[in-house]
């Protein structure tokens, strides 16, 4: 049993849903004793977990650097699906951070050194006048990527796989590694 599998094709059938955005996700980190939640975008899918880029100087970023234990969370309403997952993160090498920022698009990467991501400023324009800067300081060359911004891989502890059934009656597999192998529990609703 493989819960990776499950996922793929769970989320291939989400991709075939022209009305979401299959790869968006609930991140919950835990910050002295309090859970954040926030959404961001699944980027890739590997035989080890799920990567998403984020700034480290964010919110998010400085919670992952205190507490690495992460929680998923997708919800396909249009397919009826939900999965959670539980892992832990780690930074994804820095060779791997750059191909990713270079495949990005320029205002991307231009508002990756431009927005101070989560802390207060004075206005829309301050945001503004420093993508301008930036435009200014990377023209005609190849936006280099912030040593602040990087992958962060989710390696899996569990999977929780819901699928709404009638009458509240759903089905939930609940997959969990134990001795380094994959074991299944079936949860009632």
């Not at 832990?88 to 090498?93: A, D, P, R, T």
């Not at 435009?135 to 602040?148: G, L, Q, T």
């Not at 899996?156 to 939930?172: A, D, I, S, T, V």
Request: aromatic share 16%; proline share 5%.
């Amino acid at each position: 049993m493989n819960p990776y599998n499950k996922f793929k094709d769970w989320f291939k059938t989400a991709k075939k849903i022209k009305s979401i955005d299959p790869t968006s996700f609930a991140l919950g980190t835990e910050y002295n004793g309090k859970p954040n939640v926030r959404m961001v975008l699944l980027k890739h899918i590997t035989d080890e977990g799920f990567i998403f880029f984020t700034n480290l100087n964010s919110n998010k970023g400085k919670h992952f650097k205190k507490n690495p234990h992460l929680s998923m969370c997708f919800y396909w309403e249009p397919i009826n699906r939900q999965v959670r997952i539980n892992g832990k993160g780690f930074l994804i090498s820095e060779k791997k951070s750059d191909q990713y920022f270079s495949e990005r698009p320029r205002g991307s990467q231009i508002g990756a050194w431009a927005s101070r991501q989560s802390s207060k400023i004075s206005g829309r324009k301050y945001l503004e006048d420093r993508v301008k800067l930036y435009e200014k300081k990377f023209s005609n060359i190849d936006v280099p990527r912030p040593s602040y911004w990087r992958g962060i891989l989710i390696k899996p502890k569990n999977f929780e796989f819901w699928m709404q059934g009638k009458f509240r009656l759903h089905q939930r597999e609940f997959i969990f590694l134990k001795n380094n192998k994959w074991e299944k529990k079936i949860l009632s609703p």
